[in-house]
């Protein structure tokens, strides 16, 4: 079992910086690929980025490329998600998923992961 938590939202203007922090429990953390996705209201959950085990391999929405930076420190269980340059489109709850052990291949659907956080809030105002 793999609890995530996620910490770091809040309110920003645009232009500006949030660093997320999704921590998970569990020994099995540094054999899954890790994601990042978003979902606004009245809108369908979306993918934002995803990072290989060994943080070696990472994707990103296009929505999202140049300005968002996501990492890893599998020593300390936790997942990261360098927000820069956000823009009010970039609003939204903000969740932190888990994928399956040793699974290989970039994962950009919600399905396609096992474990997700309780989300955290991320407002840009313009």
């Known amino acids: 079992q793999v609890q995530l938590v996620e910490s770091g939202g809040g309110l920003v203007q645009a232009g500006g910086s949030l660093r997320l922090t999704c921590a998970a429990s569990g020994r099995t953390f540094s054999s899954r690929a890790m994601g990042w996705f978003r979902q606004a209201p009245g809108k369908e959950r979306e993918f934002v980025a995803a990072i290989g085990w060994s943080g070696g391999s990472t994707y990103y929405a296009d929505s999202v490329k140049r300005r968002f930076t996501i990492s890893r420190d599998n020593a300390k269980n936790t997942v990261y998600l360098q927000m820069n340059s956000l823009k009010p489109e970039d609003t939204a709850v903000y969740y932190c998923?888990?994928?399956?052990?040793?699974?290989?291949?970039?994962?950009?659907?919600?399905?396609?992961?096992?474990?997700w956080g309780q989300g955290t809030q991320v407002t840009v105002s313009s």
């Open positions: 998923a888990g994928g399956p052990v040793h699974r290989i291949g970039v994962m950009t659907t919600p399905t396609q992961y096992d474990y």
